[in-house]
């Protein structure tokens, strides 16, 4: 499984993996670093090689779309930072993107549904 670290809110780091959110709680001296799930308290521990180590008692389930939203804030502000156009006109961009991503999803379950059912 892929961890994705990322910079959330104020510089404070997070870090998404198999579907949980944890926050950076510390730097080990060995280079390693301890989170902590931002839902649940449940721990994780990534490596200097990126590898994740993660306690799997969470209290609840994974959900995907928190790794979705930070790569799109993400993506907000490295576009904010590299274009010259409006903040208004990359988030409108961003939005007609998703929008579109998910009418082609809608038609290919539609496609799915319909060949299953055939």
């Known amino acids: ?54 306690r799997e008692d969470h209290t609840h389930l994974p959900d995907e779309t928190d790794k979705e939203v930070l790569e799109m804030r993400q993506n907000f502000k490295r576009k904010a930072i590299e274009e010259s156009s409006p903040i208004d006109r990359i988030v409108e961009e961003a939005f007609h993107a998703i929008n579109r991503q998910s009418q082609s999803n809608d038609l290919l379950e539609f496609f799915l549904f319909l060949k299953m059912h055939s």
């Open 1 to 54: 499984m892929s961890a994705i670290f990322t910079e959330y809110i104020h510089g404070k780091r997070q870090l998404c993996y198999i579907g949980y959110r944890y926050s950076l709680k510390r730097k080990n001296q060995n280079g390693s670093e301890y989170w902590i799930c931002v839902k649940c308290q449940t721990i994780a521990t990534s490596y200097l090689d990126l590898s994740v180590i993660a």
